[in-house]
């Protein structure tokens, strides 16, 4: 567990905070002295409220403060006051935090779930810093994006949102193919767009590569969609490495 920011003010506030907060830097100097000329010292004060730090002060895990100030660049507190590692994902200038959230199993396939208890994991993980969210039109089918889109409200520029298209259903959940072609894959962009209630979606990948039509015409349609703004970056999902070879031929894959 790790405290908020809102709870770090008023910690702030409390004197036996303080005290203890200052011995424990002072002793991680009398340590680590030369570590400090890599760690901001504000963001030392951050992290040093944080019980999980203080902890691994206390059993000598110094190496997690080695790692803290060599990628410190490479992490960020998140709005909610929590502490993210952040990755790149492909080379095209994606980044989203090492640990992200698949939502699949909020509307099917392990049985059944709470709509209300879906909105408060979601609304934790926004808050701790897990910002990267993957759903896809066929988890529902169609019904996990608009959960996700009432998530969305109000931290849409928070959220690294993840969607897919290519395994087609009807609307009575029936199963209709792995579909591929540029017509499909635009028409699947807007209906994934008006049900997660945005205007753009961070990374649009193909769910499973469709065998009946060229690779080359899926991805083409795909970076049609990042040139009309509608998709920031693209991939593929279960793709052998001769497709994604092909497609990052005609547009960078994430």
């Known amino acids: 567990v790790m405290f908020s920011e809102n709870e770090i003010a008023v910690m702030i506030e409390n004197p036996e ?8 830097k002072h002793d991680f100097l009398k340590k680590e002295a030369p570590m400090m000329e890599i760690i901001d010292h504000d963001f030392f004060s951050m992290i040093m ?17 080695e790692e803290l100030s060599l990628n410190k660049k490479a992490r960020r507190f998140s709005k909610g006051g929590y502490f993210m590692k952040q990755v790149n994902l ?4 994606l980044r989203v935090p090492a640990i992200g959230l698949g939502c699949m199993g909020m509307s099917e396939f392990y049985g059944s779930s709470s709509k209300a208890q879906n909105l408060c994991v979601l609304d934790r993980a926004a808050n701790i810093g897990c910002t ?9 089918p169609f019904t996990n994006e608009i959960l996700l889109s009432k998530a969305l409200k109000g931290r849409r520029d928070q959220i ?16 209709q193919g792995i579909k591929g072609s540029a ?21 649009y990948y193909q ?14 349609a795909m970076a049609e969609l990042v040139k009309a703004g509608k998709v920031r970056y693209i991939g593929l999902s279960e793709a052998d490495p001769e497709n994604i070879a092909r497609a990052h031929e ?3 894959i994430s």
């Open 160 to 175: 690294t949102l993840a969607t897919k298209f290519g395994v087609s259903r009807g609307e009575d959940g029936s199963w």
């Open 250 to 252: 005609v547009h960078p």
């Open 90 to 93: 492909g080379s095209q200038g």
């Open 17 to 24: 905070v303080l005290k203890v907060t200052q011995q424990l």
């Open 207 to 220: 769910h499973r590569v469709d065998p009946e039509t060229p690779i080359e015409e899926t991805v083409g």
């Open 49 to 65: 409220l944080t019980p999980s730090v203080s902890i691994a002060l206390a059993n000598g895990t110094i190496s997690l403060f």
């Open 132 to 140: 990267f969210w993957d759903t896809s039109d066929m988890y529902g």
């Open 183 to 203: 017509d499909y894959v635009k028409a699947c962009c807007d209906a994934s767009l008006k049900r997660l209630r945005t205007d753009y979606i961070d990374l």
